[in-house]
């Protein structure tokens, strides 16, 4: 689960993480008053105006409304004081800002974080998250911030310092010194640093975060230790105990889809392909994925139906997957262990009728009356293939996708 920077700085106050002074603004007007605010505070007349949004590069982004464009999703304001900063969040709310993690379609603004200008010596790099490999939390830090790290790994990746944190002792004096000073900062810096790499380790541990990027992280000018940006994203996992957590979520930023599978207990994912998946356990989604990939084609989405999967829940993945209008075929694979094959095979008889399916079907059954499952689904007189293992059925919707009758 994300969330915006403005929730994500908040929460690093709370844990002692330096950030600059600012607030969010949901109108231009309030953008003006936010901004006056903050210069009587700092006596400065520099402005930071910020779209929030769930991705990265909006400095770098095309905000466009009605087909024009209006500018780029932060804006540095210099002159013209609160005004200048009223306009700029005008042309922010409700446009369009393209960037490049976001792309085709955009994201529409609705709100923007008016922050205080800060007078940057260097710009940093600094991430925390969970390595699956080492099985351990590791911090990513760099010289090269405020660029693409992505390119930066990849071009010049010496220049990407990691430090793995030991679940048992936590992050050590020497692990947090080791990276200020491999960043080149000096003897107080280095203090603060470690500073805030504690801080930012016992909120990544009490909070559930899986991941956690700071860039830029500012050096300024006085010697001060900044996070110049937060990207936050929460262990959905951990939900049970962060119930604090929902009240961040932002639900327009979120594929409204996979909002509703949520609700309904259902995991489901879109992804770019034709033909939709649904599966009972995430281990047998995960392959059914592969088999269709391995016979030429592109699954639509990740979907697990669960281990109680009944009739009702047999229709509503089915909706859920029908809401994709790429879909042209649904490969149904279902191991019947905890639930009986023939139950299945009426959920999918019924489901059809009810959302009177025009694209074909491949139903692989396998488990508990199987074979009495099998006999329902020849019977029914609807366009439902049966398949006999998963190869068989990947190959069958594959084919069924690409020469449809």
Excluded at 34 to 45: N, P, V
């Amino acid at each position: 689960m994300k969330i915006h920077e403005y929730q994500g700085k908040e929460l690093f106050r709370k844990y002692g993480i330096a950030v600059p002074r600012g607030m969010v603004a949901f109108t231009p007007e309030e953008a003006r008053l936010a901004a006056d605010k903050l210069m009587q505070e700092t006596g400065s007349q520099v402005i930071v105006v910020k779209s929030q949004i769930h991705a990265g590069g909006r400095g770098k982004g095309t905000v466009t409304r009605d087909g024009k464009v209006l500018g780029r999703g932060v804006k540095v304001i210099t002159s013209g004081g609160s005004h200048a900063a009223r306009d700029a969040a005008e042309n922010m709310l409700n446009g369009t800002l393209l960037t490049i993690q976001n792309a085709p379609n955009g994201s529409v603004v609705h709100k923007v974080y008016i922050e205080e200008g800060i007078k940057i010596a260097r710009e940093l790099y600094l991430s925390m998250l969970v390595d699956r490999d080492s099985r351990r939390i590791v911090v990513m830090a760099s010289t090269e911030g405020g660029m693409d790290i992505e390119k930066v790994a990849a071009e010049t990746p010496e220049k990407i310092q990691r430090g793995y944190i030991d679940p048992v002792t936590g992050i050590t004096g020497f692990q947090a010194r080791k990276l200020g000073f491999g960043l080149g900062l000096t003897k107080e810096q280095v203090s603060k640093f470690v500073s805030m790499l504690n801080g930012l380790f016992t909120f990544f541990m009490k909070e559930d975060v899986d991941l956690i990027e700071i860039n830029p992280l500012i050096i300024t000018e006085a010697g001060e230790v900044l996070a110049g940006d937060a990207k936050v994203s929460f262990d959905e996992n951990a939900e049970f105990r962060q119930k604090s957590h929902e009240s961040l979520r932002d639900e327009g930023e979120e594929n409204a889809t996979e909002l509703e599978a949520k609700r309904a207990d259902i995991s489901y994912v879109a992804l770019e392909g034709n033909i939709g998946c649904m599966v009972n356990g995430a281990g047998l989604a995960m392959s059914t994925m592969d088999i269709i990939a391995h016979c030429g084609g592109k699954p639509a989405n990740f979907l697990d139906v669960g281990g109680g999967a009944d009739e009702a829940r047999v229709t509503k993945a089915f909706s859920i997957i029908l809401r994709d209008p790429d879909v042209k075929g649904i490969f149904v694979n279902i191991f019947g262990g905890i639930v009986k094959c023939d139950l299945i095979a009426q959920g999918i008889i019924n489901a059809t009728k009810t959302l009177g399916l025009k694209v074909p079907v491949v139903a692989r059954l396998e488990g508990t009356n199987v074979e009495l499952g099998r006999k329902l689904l020849a019977e029914s007189g609807l366009n439902i293939t049966p398949a006999s293992t998963m190869l068989d059925g990947a190959q069958k919707i594959c084919a069924l996708v690409a020469n449809p009758s």
